[in-house]
């Protein structure tokens, strides 16, 4: 299955299996930063759906302006 893996760079297309150990380990290491950066993206849209709930939740308890 590596030996079809792909890796992309400046619109290139490589075989991984056909890279240096050094560039192999450069994927690698790629591939685990993208994949926490995509954790991390998760999160913030977890938190942010949960910071616009308690904003209406205090809009509902705060007291309304006098016109």
């Known amino acids: 299955m590596d030996d079809e893996l792909e890796v992309t760079v ?14 192999r380990a450069q994927v690698t290491s790629l591939q685990f930063v993208d994949a926490q950066m995509a ?13 616009n709930a308690y904003q209406a939740a205090l809009q509902q308890l705060l007291p309304r302006p006098k016109q």
């Open 10 to 23: 400046d619109g290139i297309s490589y075989k991984v299996a056909d890279l240096s150990e050094e560039a």
């Open 39 to 51: 954790d991390l993206s998760a999160q913030l849209a977890i938190y942010q759906t949960a910071r």
